[in-house]
């Protein structure tokens, strides 16, 4: 596509629920990322996929999150039993090769655990 | 103390002058530096990036590295309502795939 699509655009789910949250990137990006933004702070990384394969998850806090990219396209964050804490916008990005120097945000998932 | 510091503003100015965006940071392997633009709800938009010390100019815009001061700056001439919006910094290592960003500094051209 023309851009980095994600979807939904705003999810208001309850603590304690599961939520998947999907990133499309721009078609022949290999590199996608995952990053979190707090109301008034910078976005925070969570994860960076080569292809298919995470390169980096270090930015993940904890166990209730993960990530996949089964086929080096779409790529999907899921986050289990939701705290309100969780709360942000989360942003996906893609760029055409490691070692690019900036990537393409997508417009982000507003979550609001409740 | 964060790696990358921002003044987050809010920096106010009349349509038409020169501003000034600056971050500090503190690890000295950051060899890339970028500088994203945020309108509200949207995601960010890279602006400039520049590699290791040194200037680089692209229209109104004009990034600056210092490395051994840990500083960088944006200037925007002739700025423009258009340019209102919140402007983070951003920078990583070399063969790293992960970028640290400030927390971004809020600017509102007036008219």
């Known amino acids: 596509g023309a851009g980095v699509s994600q979807t939904p655009s705003n999810k208001v789910t309850e603590k304690g629920k599961y939520v998947e949250l999907r990133c499309d990137p721009i078609?022949?990006?290999?590199?996608l990322y995952w990053y979190r933004q707090s109301l008034g702070q910078g976005p925070e990384f969570l994860i960076y996929f080569q292809g298919t394969g995470a390169a980096d998850d270090s930015g993940l806090p904890n166990d209730r999150f993960f990530a996949v990219r089964p086929e080096g396209s779409v790529s999907t964050l899921k986050i289990q039993r939701t705290e309100r804490g969780d709360s942000a916008v989360y942003l996906c990005?893609?760029?055409?090769?490691?070692?690019?120097?900036?990537?393409?945000f997508g417009s982000g998932t507003r979550l609001t655990v409740v | 103390q964060k790696e990358v510091e921002q003044d987050p503003g809010p920096l106010s100015v009349p349509e038409g002058a020169i501003v000034s965006l600056n971050c500090t940071y503190s690890?000295?392997?950051?060899?890339?530096f970028m500088w994203y633009r945020q309108y509200s709800r949207k995601g960010p938009e890279l602006l400039m990036y520049?590699?290791?010390?040194g200037n680089k100019e692209d229209g109104r815009f004009t990034a600056q590295v210092d490395k051994s001061s840990k500083y960088i700056s944006l200037f925007i001439r002739d700025s423009q309502p258009s340019d209102s919006a919140t402007y983070l910094c951003?920078?990583?290592?070399?063969?790293?795939?992960?970028?640290?960003f400030g927390d971004g500094t809020t600017l509102t051209v007036k008219p």
């Open positions: 951003a920078m990583r290592r070399t063969n790293a795939g992960k970028s640290t």
């Open positions: 990005a893609s760029g055409p090769g490691a070692g690019d120097y900036g990537y393409t």
């Open positions: 520049t590699y290791s010390s």
């Open positions: 078609s022949g990006h290999t590199a």
């Open positions: 690890n000295s392997a950051f060899q890339y």
